[in-house]
């Protein structure tokens, strides 16, 4: 691949072959959870438990999960072009740094930690969340949520992500439906900085008409062919 800066933008799609139910279209996360109950600091508030239970499904399935075709073929990509590829998923499952990939932000948090929201701390955690955890650093109990970027909240690393996009060359976005800001607005961001830009995508997402390129089928095809 002849770029010298790619920025590549994943979302839930990139995992639905891994057994991983994407948000948005039919039976997706969405249509079982309300999302303002589950992934809102104002539902958390309302409802913990309700919140805990959410993520504590979750939590389970990616003991199962494993990273699939593509996850694979962007590891390869960031191994062959080395530090020319900046992973930035929205995806809180943790298959990619397991398929390999290093250069890598978790723009919406990891489901493999957890944060107190009494003193900020975030640390690596793999049990169930409940009101009765406590925080290990401030021994409160009642405070302790998973490490994840609810809607109304700051996704993180964006001064770091802005100027990785605004460098870049190339920037590919796979699986993601292109309904969720900030990442929604990253392809209007790279044409404006110049960049390639390519979807890889089961269906044409809501950005589809702002990419140069697009390939649609499932991301274990499409991905791998073009990453070649
Ligand atoms: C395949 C496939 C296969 C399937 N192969 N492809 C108006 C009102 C209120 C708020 C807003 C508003 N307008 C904008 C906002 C902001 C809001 C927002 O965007 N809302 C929209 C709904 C309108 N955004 C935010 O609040 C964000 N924060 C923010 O903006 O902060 C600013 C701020 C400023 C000042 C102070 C404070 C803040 C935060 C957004 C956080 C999103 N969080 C979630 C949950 C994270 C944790 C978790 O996982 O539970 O993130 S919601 C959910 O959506 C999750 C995802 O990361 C995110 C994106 O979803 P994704 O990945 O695109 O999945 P899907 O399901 O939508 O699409 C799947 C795609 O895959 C589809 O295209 C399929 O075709 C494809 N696919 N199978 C290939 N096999």
Redesign the pocket.
Known sequence: MQFASIVILT????S??SGLG????HD?LWDQYN?EEV?TPEGFARNPPKVHEFYNLRRGWLKQAKPNAAHLALARLEQEHTGAVLTVT???DGLHEAAGSHRLIHM??ELGRALCARCGTSLPWTQDLSLTTSCPVCHKAGFMRPD????????REMPHIAAAIDACDLFVAI???G??????GFVAEARRAGAHTVEL???P?DCASLFAEAHYG??TEVVPAFVG
């Open positions: 979302g839930a799609g990139l639905a072959e994407t948000f948005r279209g997706g999302l992934a929205q995806n809180i919406h948090g994840v970027v609810w809607f109304g909240e700051m996704p699986g993601t439906s309904s969720v800001y900030p990442a929604a995508n089961l269906d997402s499932p991301a």
